[in-house]
């Protein structure tokens, strides 16, 4: 059984930094894409960021481009969004996703940029 945990989220300024990290079990992690997404309140679940299996290639949506970096370490087993210069805008709930595994999600991780 699949099993993905975001932690990381919590309340931070505008401007200000957070670290993401999903810890995911139960299947052959180095061999998937993995992806962050966001859902803020009142919007649809939007992708913020995707990895390929070796951490090689990476994708952002524009909206966060230049200021998230995704990354993840094979051997722990793990995929982590770095967010720095943090707008009102990126308020939403954080969630880990294994790339074709549709349906399958983690708790989230609460993010809310306020000043």
């Known amino acids: 059984q699949v099993q993905l945990v975001e932690s990381g989220g919590g309340l931070v300024q505008p401007g200000g930094s957070l670290r993401l990290s999903c810890a995911a079990s139960g299947f052959t992690f180095s061999t998937y894409y993995m992806s962050w997404y966001r859902q803020a309140p009142g919007k649809e679940r939007e992708l913020v960021a995707r990895i390929s299996p070796g951490g090689g290639s990476t994708n952002y949506a524009e909206s966060v481009k230049g200021r998230f970096t995704i990354s993840r370490d094979n051997d722990k087993r793990t995929v982590s969004l770095q967010m720095n210069s943090l707008k009102p805008e990126d308020t939403a709930v954080y969630y880990c996703?294994?790339?074709?595994?549709?349906?399958?999600w983690g708790p989230g991780t609460q993010v809310t940029v306020s000043s």
């Open positions: 996703q294994i790339r074709g595994w549709n349906g399958v």
